[in-house]
């Protein structure tokens, strides 16, 4: 970072230059101080966003209290759920696959989209309000969907039918919603904070994202069906949804009044320069936008770019060219072929984050059936009213005392990271994430009772932060890196059509992927084998490549 001070004055353009002035960051209050610590030359009179307070950043971070507060209550429900309404045992891991396969072939194309939108209320949160609508939307359908059928319908099959449907298709668009909105969250916090701000505010992330975890298990973990309010609002089921909506209601409008973003807008000041040009109000953008071919050399007006992947961000012939021209040249085909090309060590950290994200999911979105199964020993397809099912029912609450257990432990692992990062580094900490939920799953496997299963949860949470931390770290690593070799080289950056929105989608189109290959396996793998205990081994198994690829490739 380049400060202005008396010894290194800034340059500026000469009056005939099509270079505009342009206005800073708004300064968060009390802040001045940092503000000025913050500055950087950069063209067009662009800063580095100032410091944000600790209380903008956890406001920011809030919505990952209540995204993991409600994907708790699905992943503790979803296949009890979609087990007692009769949903068939060979199919209850295929509804897995729609949402990811949706989201993987749209991830890139939304996060991409997002790098473009002129909404007034700025590129990010137009998209984050709108998938959190359809989270709402999916939650009340899978929570309420048999209970609705039961209301409207009197026919057994035809009501069974359709709640199955109906159930279905609330967990596919809350699933769907839920894994898209990561990818927007983690692009507008890149957009609106420094350096410094992004890892302290995916610290933030890790943390809140462990306490809304267990907060979500824990209300989960209750017997609502005999309580006071589970007699008024009819069932256990609606007394959960009733603190899930109004937790992601809350959550989701401190997020989107937590930092000010800046709309992207039509630059018309310069003649010089007939395209369209890209530009965020203020001009105080992390490196979206076009210059014209007669600006200075590039090195030395090249915008400061805060996104992980992109070279989209810097100036390039894509960029010049009218922003219609840009938006049209968006096809699946060439967002494809832009994360297909990205360096190797961006690809390799996709894989080793797909090979996480698929151990991980085996084992969390069937670990109550798990307990209530293998370690309690009871049977979903009894009949409602008998003790097999009971028990199985109770191994399920028992199982969101575990996640809960994996939450907390997510928590506060986050803490230990930053205490562990001097001695062994981000890829000492991805190395050790992996080995301890590998190791902790095959132990949970192979003595499946109810102490060592709850004792090992916490492993889960180490996992969990990791994934949610580590690999956005290694990320703005490896730009930082880059930004700086070309610097000093002052090479020219390559041609390619990725932004900041497309930047988080790559990685975060992984998760998707994990989701396919979990969804389309699992099912099959656990009718051959007869059991779900394959599920926690396989796992442990997947985990334990991932290391190996770590330390390998990584």
Not at 23 to 40: A, F, I, N, R, T
Not at 95 to 118: E, H, K, M, N, T
Not at 162 to 180: C, E, Q
Not at 311 to 320: C, G
Request: contains cysteine; aromatic residues 12%.
């Amino acid at each position: 970072m380049t400060l202005l001070t008396e010894d290194q004055p800034c340059r500026f353009p000469a009056p005939d230059s099509p270079l505009a002035s342009t206005e800073h960051y708004p300064v968060d209050s009390g802040q001045k101080e940092d503000y000025l610590d913050s500055m950087e030359v950069a063209v067009f009179g662009a800063v580095e966003p100032p410091k944000r307070s600790r209380g903008r950043l956890l406001m920011h971070g809030m919505v990952m209290f209540g995204r993991e507060f409600c994907y708790a209550v699905e992943a503790a429900f979803v296949t009890p759920v979609l087990l007692s309404v009769g949903l068939p045992r060979r199919l209850y891991s295929l509804v897995w696959l729609i949402s990811p396969i949706l989201g993987f072939v749209l991830q890139p194309i939304i996060g991409s989209a997002s790098d473009y939108c002129r909404s007034p209320w700025g590129r990010r949160r137009p998209y984050i309000l709108l998938l959190g609508i359809m989270m709402l939307v999916g939650l009340t359908l899978f929570l309420n969907g048999d209970a609705v059928t039961s209301a409207v319908l009197e026919d057994r099959n035809v009501k069974r039918t359709w709640a199955i449907v109906v159930v279905m298709f609330g967990v596919v668009m809350f699933d769907f919603a839920a894994d898209f909105i990561d990818g927007p969250i983690k692009a507008y916090l890149f957009d609106v904070c420094s350096h410094r701000d992004k890892e302290r505010g995916l610290h933030y992330h890790a943390l809140l994202t462990g306490l809304g975890g267990a907060c979500g298990y824990l209300i989960g973990a209750m017997d609502w069906g005999h309580s006071a309010l589970g007699f008024a609002l009819g069932s256990e089921y609606q007394v959960i949804y009733f603190f899930s909506s109004i937790t992601w209601g809350i959550f989701l409008t401190m997020h989107l009044f937590s930092i000010p973003e800046k709309p992207l807008i039509k630059d018309h000041s310069s003649d010089s320069c007939p395209s369209s040009s890209l530009l965020l109000e203020g001009s105080h953008h992390n490196g979206y936008g076009a210059v014209c071919k007669e600006l200075p050399p590039l090195p030395e007006i090249r915008q400061r770019s805060f996104s992980a992947l992109s070279e989209a961000n810097a100036v390039t012939p894509s960029a010049k060219q009218p922003n219609s021209e840009v938006q049209k040249r968006m096809t699946l085909k060439s967002l494809l072929s832009a994360v297909i090309s990205m360096p190797s060590h961006y690809r390799c950290l996709c894989v080793s984050h797909l090979l996480g994200w698929t151990a991980f999911l085996c084992n969390m979105l069937f670990f109550t059936d798990f307990m209530g199964q293998i370690v309690y020993k009871g049977n979903p397809y009894a009949e409602h009213n008998s003790t097999s099912y009971a028990t199985y029912e109770r191994g399920v609450e028992v199982g969101c005392w575990g996640l809960c257990i994996n939450a907390v432990s997510s928590a506060l692992y986050s803490y230990v990271q930053r205490l562990l990062l001097p001695y062994i580094g981000l890829k000492g900490l991805y190395f050790l994430g992996y080995f301890m939920f590998g190791l902790g799953t095959g132990l949970i496997g192979l003595f499946p009772n109810i102490v060592a299963t709850l004792t090992l949860c916490s492993v889960f949470g180490v996992m969990s932060s990791t994934l949610y931390t580590i690999p956005f770290n290694l990320i703005s690593e490896y730009h930082k890196a880059e930004e700086e070799q070309r610097k000093l080289s002052n090479d020219e950056p390559a041609p390619e059509g990725r932004g900041t929105g497309m930047d988080c989608a790559a990685l975060t189109c992984m998760v998707q992927l994990a989701q396919v290959i979990v969804g389309a396996g699992l099912g099959a793998l656990v009718n051959l084998a007869g059991s779900v205990i394959v599920v926690v081994l396989s796992a442990s198994t997947v985990s334990l490549i991932g290391c190996l690829f770590i330390a390998l490739f990584m």
